[in-house]
């Protein structure tokens, strides 16, 4: 199979992870708001593995956001700060310590935005860092750390 198709299976088969783990963590009602625990932000550290994971995590990160009946401002701001995040584990990570670093700090500055002034949610922008943050860190930083060392070791992206 050519690179190229390779990596468009890659891209389409993360958007659809991506698309259907943050519906499991909508299902509990993590998926949005101030509180959130999305299961599918753990697919951030993929970029690490393979540069298909950037357009995968954009996509799904879209298609979830507009599927689980985000506002505009949130499908815009959540695609943009998953896109963000995933070009920075991209291109300015060196390891697993590290990657996870982007999409927290994407998140933790672009959502609460979101929640602040499209939501108009009760709390502050710190208030929302900080709780986006923890999740973020949890997501991001723990599951997907622990996603990166099950997959380096399957060779699945070698």
Known sequence: MSKSIQNLCYAALIAAIYVALTHLSNFFGLASGAIQLRLSEALTILPLL??????????????????????????????????????????????????????????????????????QLPGGYFYFMLTVGIGEILCCGVLGIALYQVLRKTKLFA
Not at 67 to 95: E, F, H, P, Q, V
């Open 50 to 119: 393979t540069p298909a994971a950037i357009p995968g995590l954009a996509i799904g990160c879209f298609l979830a956001n507009l599927t689980t009946g985000c506002l505009l401002w949130d499908i815009i701001g959540g695609t943009a700060a998953t896109l963000l995040g995933a070009l920075g584990t991209r291109y300015l990570s060196k390891s697993k310590w590290t990657g996870p670093i982007w999409p927290i700090l994407a998140n933790m500055l672009i959502v609460p935005f979101v929640l602040q002034y499209a939501y």
